[in-house]
């Protein structure tokens, strides 16, 4: 009888044993060993990048030349003037823009280099003496009495960041310094609007993470023509040669690229990576019959057709597998002897000046006719020599559109500067920096914030070092963006937007956010119960029989005691 209850004891004791072993030490180390890694996230920063609140300031200096004041208002020029403007987008979406502005007169070589015959060339002397920085704008006011503008002109908008403004000599006399600069103001205000950044162009900038106003629709086309920002696109120049035995076709791409592209890339390398490439295609086909017209005896392509010509060419222009940059193609086609001349008409019937139309976000083709070649005893393949002048031109004008480059319509009495060699002015890089840098920033926060949300609503998704270290980078690399927009540095505000964007879609398409995602817990339980089960059907059957055993037990004392 005692043997049978210390045996009794002893299995009791055994399973209490196994129990708590089971509780309090496997438990909590298969709950450990079993867990989802994540690693710390910044949380708090991210939720207050859900409210972007930018601050774009630029640096502008109005400089008064010989003659536009007199010495009694030279004395009142006034030093720096701050004029702020604010734009509530929506709840969570501010724009504010500042412009901080200086005023002094001409120094004796900056009156030497107005001293010109042409405004253009007052430009170069003036960029010569000293260079603007990035973002920045300086405004002369020049007199009447100037040769540099034509007599309809007020506004020269030269090359660089400069701009010469003209003031009539009824706005200098009797007035005070005050009331003079209350009337150049309005002017001014058009000169920013055309040479640095503008509402429109800020908005479109935005016009993924907010619904944009009624009266931005042309800031939307814009944006909607144009490509995203990346780190780097990938361009690509075809000749489509439909029949090779009508013409056989000579172009020097290479030293047209060096000549006319190049120029422009080198200016926009700040922006993004440029890769070139060329390709000639024989019996490559638009799609799309052309249609005769006998009163031109000329073959056209009405607008409403040239939607159906990419589809069939694109299916020959392979793909770029190697690179994930977005593609600009730009083709060139010569139509074969039987449908030339081929000319592209418009919605009004009327004939498109460059024979070329563009495709947005996609590229551009142009349509090169030689017909003049064609002759009662020629003899095929004809040999020709494509002016690849001409071609550029087309091709140049398509990749400023395709990439954003798009200046906004002058107001009346302003003189654009034609463009030079490089194929984009500085004003123009500076529009579009600053439009990159808000892009930039605003896809950059709204990737971090969506991966925040997702991993927070998803508990079974592995952070791991790397993926940490990504988010909290972009969130510093936006955060420090912000800050020199602020300051009005341009240069250091797009290479942190970049950095934040690079690092903010390193994170999100990181592959290994995938490796648990459909492994929920209703899962993982399933996986383990068939193995604990076994184990602890024993264990909770002894753990009953002591209870039971201890409540017997009880019942017996408190019998004895009544």
């Not at 949380?43 to 003659?67: C, H, P, T, W, Y």
């Not at 780190?231 to 000579?250: A, C, M, V, W």
Request: glycine share 4%; net charge negative.
């Amino acid at each position: 009888m005692a043997t049978t209850e210390v045996e009794k004891r002893r299995g009791q004791t055994a399973t209490l044993s196994i129990a708590a072993m089971v509780i309090l030490v496997g438990l909590p180390l298969w709950w450990r060993t079993t867990e989802t890694y994540r690693a710390w996230l910044p949380v708090s920063q991210i939720k207050e990048m859900a409210n972007l609140q930018l601050k774009l300031s630029a640096d502008v200096e109005i400089i008064f030349a010989r003659g536009t004041v007199t010495p009694e208002q030279q004395k009142k020029v006034p030093l720096t003037r701050t004029q702020e403007e604010e734009h509530v987008v929506n709840e969570d979406t501010s724009l504010k823009y500042r412009y901080e502005t200086k005023y002094r007169t001409a120094t004796i070589m900056e009156e030497d280099a107005l001293d010109q015959p042409t405004a253009a060339e007052a430009d170069l002397s003036l960029h010569k003496l000293s260079e603007s920085p990035c973002g920045s704008l300086v405004i002369y006011v020049i007199p009447e009495s100037s040769s540099l503008l034509p007599e309809d002109v007020d506004v020269y908008v030269g090359q660089r960041r400069t701009a010469l403004l003209r003031m009539s000599s009824q706005m200098r006399v009797g007035k005070t310094m005050k009331q003079l600069l209350a009337h150049l103001e309005p002017r001014i205000k058009q000169v920013l609007q055309v040479m640095s950044f503008s509402h429109t162009d800020i908005a479109a900038a935005l016009s993924d993470r907010v619904r944009l106003s009624p009266d931005s629709k042309g800031s939307i086309a814009d944006s909607m023509r144009a490509f995203k920002s990346s780190q780097g696109y990938e361009i690509t120049f075809s000749l489509l040669n439909p029949d090779p035995k009508s013409h056989r076709l000579h172009w020097d791409i290479e030293g047209a690229v060096q000549t006319y592209a190049q120029p422009l890339l080198a200016k926009l390398a700040p922006l993004a990576n440029f890769s070139i490439d060329s390709q000639i295609l024989y019996y490559a086909m638009l799609g799309v019959n052309p249609r005769f017209d006998s009163s031109s005896h000329a073959y056209t392509l009405n607008s409403d057709s040239l939607a159906h010509v990419i589809n069939p060419v694109e299916a020959r222009l392979g793909s770029n597998a190697a690179s994930s940059n977005p593609v600009l193609n730009f083709l060139l086609y010569v139509p074969d002897a039987h449908h030339s001349p081929l000319h592209i008409q418009d919605h009004k019937k009327k004939r498109v000046p460059s024979n070329a139309f563009h495709s947005p976000r996609w590229g551009g083709i142009m349509i090169y006719n030689v017909n003049d070649l064609y002759g009662t005893e020629v003899e095929f393949p004809v040999d020709v020599d494509i002016n690849m002048g001409k071609v550029m031109g087309v091709f140049l004008a398509q990749l400023r559109l395709l990439l954003g480059v798009q200046p906004p319509a002058p107001p009346a009495g302003f003189l654009l500067a034609p463009s030079s060699s490089e194929g984009i002015a500085d004003w123009e890089l500076d529009r579009l920096m600053w439009s990159r840098s808000v892009e930039n920033v605003a896809t950059a926060t709204t990737t971090i914030t969506s991966l925040a949300q997702l991993l927070d609503q998803i508990a079974n998704i592995v952070i791991n070092d790397n993926i940490a270290q990504q988010v909290s980078s972009a969130v510093t690399s936006v955060q420090l963006a912000v800050a020199e927009l602020e300051a009005g540095n341009l240069n250091f505000a797009l290479q942190y937007s970049k950095e934040a964007i690079l690092a903010s879609q390193t994170a999100f398409f990181d592959p290994s956010l995938l490796h648990l995602l459909y492994f929920p817990d209703d899962q993982k339980f399933a996986i383990y119960i068939p193995l604990f089960l076994p184990m602890c059907v024993p264990i909770v059957l002894s753990l009953f029989k002591i209870m039971a055993e201890l409540r017997r037990k009880r019942k017996e004392k408190q019998a004895k005691k009544d």
